[in-house]
């Protein structure tokens, strides 16, 4: 298991020949939204034959992987005249015809040429439909029933890749925060899609804040217990968790910056002031301060761009600063309480709550056009907004359904409860496994 897990993790995938690559784009970060109908052919081991074993499971977590993605619409397999059992998985014996009366702008299929039971190979491809041209394919060879999951992320972070110019979403990671009585919370992980949920601390008091590190090694937290105050450690390396005292100090609101150190606010009663910690996270030297509340970093990815929470102006605003020349500007210029700010990792946009008369609100600012836009509408309260490594889905924490997290984009659209398995706050992004090479 191990060995098929690392050749996977290792991309020792085949690559497989085409005489000619889809070139289908999708844009998602413009204002309008375009819609893509894909196909899933039925998976088969032969010419008609479909595989029902460890094919039909693999294609089940597939389409529920697609269903995440907002500007998917997958085609019903009974619109499809002449069915999805097809007698080739690629042209010439790959019938798109019967795919574009659907209306599909794209059809996968999968095949499993030694069968789909025991240890087997796996190859799947996605093509145009109108144009036979194939976005991509790939084999992923040693296949068990244990790593259908992990074959169906990297096929849909690869498709998703391949239209959209990113695939982080099926590579990430959300660390939250699940609060099980008063002063009771740890920090747990669970992918945007809901598998792999586990709990990574057990400790006595309350957690806050997770922020995964950009390597994705660490994720720190807040930590308070009866005695202190504390910043939490968890390394993924050892398994292990530290806490990390400043003695007499508040520990609020913990961030990573691209090069792998922590900002954090800290306030020993007076006014908080972030700090910029070295790689022991020690203090090395103060990112913001002064006489109002400073609090909530988060970075760009080039690390030159702070946005931050601020009560300078008397209540809380959301602030924008260029560490490179010290300017700050005001990026909330609506509302009397804007807070827990989330700067997009290509630091275009700025998302972040807002308190309004139906509740907290989920608000994103353009940076470059200057335009404010509301992406969530309630029920209940929407609060701790954190955007993707993709700078296009944002998960959140709402009370609409209990204590949950919830995902939207930054255009906004029908929220996606992401099964955490109880009350769940503090959502945020990160990519364990590290990014695509």
Same mark, same amino acid.
């Given at each position: 298991?191990?060995?098929?897990?690392?050749?996977?993790?290792?991309?020792?995938?085949?690559?497989?020949?085409?005489?000619? $690559?889809?070139?289908?784009?999708?844009?998602?970060?413009?204002?309008?939204?375009?819609?893509?109908?894909?196909?899933?052919?039925?998976?088969?081991?032969?010419?008609?034959?479909?595989?029902?074993?460890?094919?039909?499971?693999?294609?089940?977590?597939?389409?529920?992987?697609?269903?995440?993605? %907002?500007?998917?619409?997958?085609?019903?397999?009974? +619109?499809?005249?002449?069915?999805?059992?097809?007698?080739?998985?690629? %042209?010439?014996?790959?019938?798109?015809?019967?795919? $574009?009366?659907?209306?599909?702008?794209?059809?996968?299929?999968?095949?499993?040429?030694?069968?789909?039971?025991?240890?087997?190979?796996?190859? =799947?491809?996605?093509?145009?439909? *109108?144009?036979?041209?194939?976005?991509?394919?790939?084999?992923? %060879?040693?296949?068990?029933?244990?790593?259908?999951?992990?074959?169906?992320?990297?096929?849909?972070?690869?498709?998703?890749?391949?239209?959209?110019?990113?695939?982080?979403?099926?590579?990430?990671?959300?660390?939250?925060?699940?609060?099980?009585?008063?002063?009771? +919370?740890?920090?747990?992980?669970?992918?945007?899609?809901?598998?792999?949920?586990?709990?990574?601390?057990?400790?006595?008091?309350?957690?806050?804040?997770?922020?995964?590190?950009?390597?994705?090694?660490?994720?720190?937290?807040? /930590? &308070?217990?009866?005695?202190?105050?504390?910043?939490?450690?968890?390394?993924?390396?050892?398994?292990?968790?530290?806490?990390?005292?400043?003695?007499?100090?508040?520990?609020?609101?913990?961030?990573?910056?691209?090069?792998?150190?922590?900002?954090?606010?800290?306030?020993?009663?007076?006014?908080?002031?972030?700090?910029?910690?070295? /790689?022991?996270?020690?203090?090395?030297?103060?990112?913001?301060?002064?006489?109002?509340? *400073?609090?909530?970093?988060?970075?760009?990815?080039?690390?030159?761009?702070?946005?931050? !929470?601020?009560?300078?102006?008397?209540?809380?605003? =959301?602030?924008?600063?260029?560490?490179?020349?010290?300017?700050?500007?005001?990026?909330?210029? *609506?509302?009397?309480?804007?807070?827990?700010? *989330?700067?997009?990792?290509?630091?275009?946009?700025?998302?972040?709550?807002?308190? !309004?008369?139906?509740?907290?609100? &989920?608000?994103?600012?353009?940076?470059?056009?200057?335009?404010?836009? $509301?992406?969530?509408?309630?029920?209940?309260?929407?609060?701790?907004?954190?955007?993707?490594?993709?700078?296009?889905?944002?998960?959140? +924490?709402?009370?609409?359904?209990?204590?949950?997290?919830?995902?939207?984009?930054?255009?906004?659209?029908?929220?996606?409860?992401?099964?955490?398995?109880?009350?769940?706050?503090?959502?945020?992004?990160?990519?364990?496994?590290?990014?695509?090479?």
């Amino acid at each position: 298991m191990k060995k098929q897990l690392l050749l996977l993790a290792l991309g020792i995938v085949l690559v497989l020949s085409s005489d000619a $690559q889809a070139a289908m784009r999708v844009d998602i970060y413009g204002p309008g939204q375009n819609i893509v109908n894909l196909a899933l052919a039925a998976p088969i081991r032969g010419p008609q034959a479909e595989a029902t074993s460890m094919g039909a499971a693999l294609q089940k977590i597939v389409q529920q992987n697609l269903s995440f993605l %907002p500007f998917m619409r997958l085609t019903d397999p009974k +619109a499809v005249l002449g069915g999805v059992v097809l007698q080739g998985y690629e %042209p010439p014996t790959l019938d798109f015809k019967r795919f $574009q009366l659907a209306g599909s702008d794209i059809v996968v299929t999968t095949y499993w040429p030694e069968g789909d039971s025991g240890t087997r190979p796996v190859q =799947i491809r996605a093509f145009e439909t *109108n144009t036979g041209g194939r976005l991509f394919g790939k084999e992923y %060879p040693k296949v068990t029933s244990k790593d259908l999951p992990e074959v169906a992320d990297r096929f849909c972070a690869d498709l998703l890749e391949a239209l959209t110019g990113d695939g982080s979403f099926f590579r990430s990671t959300l660390a939250f925060v699940k609060k099980t009585g008063k002063m009771s +919370a740890n920090v747990w992980l669970v992918k945007p899609t809901g598998r792999d949920l586990r709990q990574i601390t057990n400790m006595p008091g309350e957690s806050m804040s997770p922020a995964w590190s950009p390597d994705g090694r660490f994720v720190v937290f807040s /930590h &308070i217990d009866k005695q202190s105050h504390a910043l939490g450690v968890w390394d993924r390396a050892s398994g292990k968790v530290q806490r990390i005292r400043f003695p007499g100090n508040v520990v609020i609101g913990p961030a990573f910056t691209p090069d792998n150190k922590v900002a954090v606010a800290l306030s020993n009663g007076k006014y908080p002031v972030i700090y910029l910690l070295n /790689h022991v996270f020690q203090k090395e030297r103060i990112l913001e301060g002064g006489n109002s509340i *400073n609090v909530s970093p988060t970075f760009d990815k080039t690390g030159t761009k702070m946005a931050f !929470t601020s009560s300078r102006l008397g209540g809380p605003q =959301i602030f924008m600063k260029d560490l490179s020349s010290g300017t700050v500007t005001r990026v909330s210029k *609506n509302g009397t309480y804007n807070t827990e700010a *989330n700067l997009s990792p290509d630091g275009t946009l700025v998302v972040y709550s807002r308190m !309004t008369e139906y509740g907290h609100r &989920i608000f994103v600012q353009d940076m470059m056009t200057g335009m404010e836009r $509301q992406i969530t509408f309630g029920p209940g309260s929407d609060e701790q907004p954190s955007f993707c490594a993709d700078s296009y889905f944002i998960a959140f +924490a709402s009370t609409r359904g209990g204590h949950g997290i919830y995902l939207t984009t930054r255009h906004g659209g029908d929220a996606k409860q992401v099964p955490t398995g109880g009350a769940a706050y503090f959502p945020r992004w990160g990519m364990p496994g590290g990014a695509k090479k």
